[in-house]
């Protein structure tokens, strides 16, 4: 007999790879709804596939809270114990492949080209499980309304995740009127729930661990390989890949708002405040591999780098990082060693286990 949701959560905490939390388990009764209802069985088209129409869209779930309560974890149990055709992908990471898509169907000169690519989706997928919804682009701002209503149409169940209330998404956005719409369609399709917990595991994972890992070298690679396994779940990571004024910026390996790449991915290509302004926003926890020692010679990574921490920092990105010296040695000689300062002592504040708590 199939476990119930509940069940496999139960089994987890027995099995000491979870910890009870009451509000997780209150979330479970929700989804095992949503599970129960796309299980079913799907009413056969008439007469010789006549007046055949989609399946009946099945209401969804939007689950909103506070980093590191345990929302992608539940939505992950959820799409894993499901059975039918979905998809599980990041927001911002499905919203970039939409956007690929009508520009193709547009260079066809399709005359509606937002139409056809939510018809192949539909055709795809029952399930669509997102992690992180959030819209910082006016481009995604001004199509996901008709594309969601298209996806529901034609039957396609949505549970997602985020960190704001529906009414907090593309807050004061250019043009934000024309994006309300769609908050109204989440309330009439999505079933919103808050998940309120005082545990932020994401932080316990953290809290007290070290992570700023010196000198370089294999015992700092191996440190940073297990904490990223252990803050990924072992799991296959995804590259991200994020639009920013007509560029790519790409994070190698992430998973579950999750990052990590090298300082030369992030410091030696053309990055601007723009596109750390965008990595910030994608993710929770960034992990950066091989800061080199900062000097003349490598002025320019210097200068970006600095950028980096300091958007790392407002936006409150949990940083963990490799580095070839402490923070105060990092950038000793040359331009720029003077101002270095307020970053190693933004480094040095951010490896605090109360760094970025909400």
């Given at each position: 007999?199939?476990?119930?949701?509940?069940?496999?959560?139960?089994?987890?905490?027995?099995a000491?790879?979870?910890?009870?939390?009451?509000?997780?388990?209150?979330?479970?009764?929700l989804?095992?709804?949503?599970?129960?209802?796309?299980?079913?069985?799907?009413?056969?088209?008439?007469?010789?596939?006549?007046?055949?129409?989609?399946?009946?869209?099945?209401?969804?779930?939007?689950?909103?809270?506070?980093?590191?309560?345990?929302?992608?974890?539940?939505?992950?149990?959820?799409?894993?114990?499901v059975?039918v055709p979905?998809?599980?992908?990041h927001?911002?990471?499905?919203?970039?492949?939409?956007?690929?898509?009508?520009?193709?169907?547009?260079?066809?000169?399709?005359?509606?080209?937002?139409?056809?690519?939510?018809?192949?989706?539909?055709?795809?997928?029952?399930?669509?499980?997102?992690?992180?919804?959030?819209?910082?682009?006016?481009?995604?701002?001004?199509?996901?309304?008709?594309?969601?209503?298209?996806?529901?149409?034609?039957?396609?169940?949505v549970?997602?995740?985020?960190?704001?209330?529906?009414?907090?998404?593309?807050?004061?956005?250019?043009?934000?009127?024309?994006f309300?719409?769609?908050?109204?369609?989440?309330r009439a399709?999505?079933?919103?729930?808050?998940?309120?917990?005082?545990?932020?595991?994401?932080?316990?994972?953290?809290?007290?661990?070290?992570?700023?890992?010196?000198?370089?070298?294999?015992?700092?690679t191996?440190?940073?390989?297990?904490?990223?396994?252990?803050?990924?779940?072992?799991?296959?990571?995804a590259?991200?890949?994020?639009?920013?004024?007509?560029?790519?910026?790409?994070i190698?390996?992430?998973?579950?708002?999750?990052?990590?790449?090298?300082?030369?991915?992030?410091?030696?290509?053309?990055?601007?405040?723009?596109?750390?302004?965008?990595?910030?926003?994608?993710?929770?926890?960034?992990?950066?591999?091989?800061?080199?020692h900062l000097?003349?010679?490598?002025?320019?990574?210097?200068?970006?780098?600095?950028?980096?921490?300091?958007?790392?920092?407002?936006?409150?990105?949990r940083?963990?990082?490799?580095?070839?010296?402490?923070?105060?040695?990092?950038?000793?000689?040359?331009?720029?060693?003077?101002?270095?300062?307020?970053?190693a002592?933004?480094?040095?504040?951010?490896?605090?286990?109360?760094?970025?708590?909400?």
């Amino acid at each position: 007999m199939k476990q119930s949701l509940l069940q496999i959560y139960d089994a987890r905490v027995a099995a000491g790879t979870l910890h009870a939390d009451a509000a997780q388990r209150a979330v479970l009764p929700l989804m095992e709804r949503i599970r129960t209802e796309l299980e079913a069985p799907v009413k056969k088209p008439g007469l010789f596939g006549l007046f055949a129409k989609p399946p009946e869209t099945v209401r969804g779930l939007y689950l909103w809270g506070g980093v590191g309560r345990g929302k992608s974890m539940l939505m992950d149990l959820f799409c894993g114990a499901v059975e039918v055709p979905k998809r599980r992908v990041h927001f911002h990471a499905f919203m970039q492949e939409v956007q690929a898509q009508i520009e193709a169907a547009r260079r066809a000169k399709t005359e509606d080209a937002l139409l056809p690519v939510a018809k192949a989706i539909a055709a795809e997928v029952r399930l669509l499980c997102f992690d992180e919804m959030q819209i910082t682009d006016i481009a995604d701002a001004m199509i996901v309304g008709r594309l969601f209503d298209e996806l529901f149409k034609r039957g396609v169940t949505v549970v997602t995740t985020s960190n704001r209330v529906p009414e907090d998404l593309y807050k004061n956005g250019l043009n934000r009127q024309l994006f309300l719409p769609f908050i109204g369609i989440i309330r009439a399709e999505l079933e919103v729930q808050e998940i309120v917990s005082e545990n932020d595991y994401r932080q316990h994972r953290l809290s007290g661990a070290q992570v700023y890992f010196t000198p370089l070298g294999r015992p700092a690679t191996e440190a940073m390989t297990a904490l990223w396994e252990e803050l990924s779940g072992h799991d296959d990571s995804a590259v991200l890949r994020l639009e920013v004024k007509g560029r790519e910026v790409v994070i190698p390996h992430f998973h579950n708002g999750v990052g990590r790449a090298t300082f030369w991915d992030l410091c030696a290509a053309a990055l601007g405040p723009a596109d750390y302004l965008a990595i910030a926003g994608a993710v929770r926890v960034l992990m950066i591999d091989d800061i080199p020692h900062l000097s003349s010679s490598n002025f320019n990574e210097a200068k970006r780098f600095v950028t980096l921490i300091d958007t790392l920092y407002e936006a409150k990105v949990r940083l963990i990082c490799s580095a070839a010296e402490e923070p105060e040695r990092l950038y000793i000689e040359g331009e720029g060693s003077f101002e270095f300062e307020r970053t190693a002592s933004r480094l040095r504040e951010m490896q605090s286990a109360d760094w970025a708590r909400d």
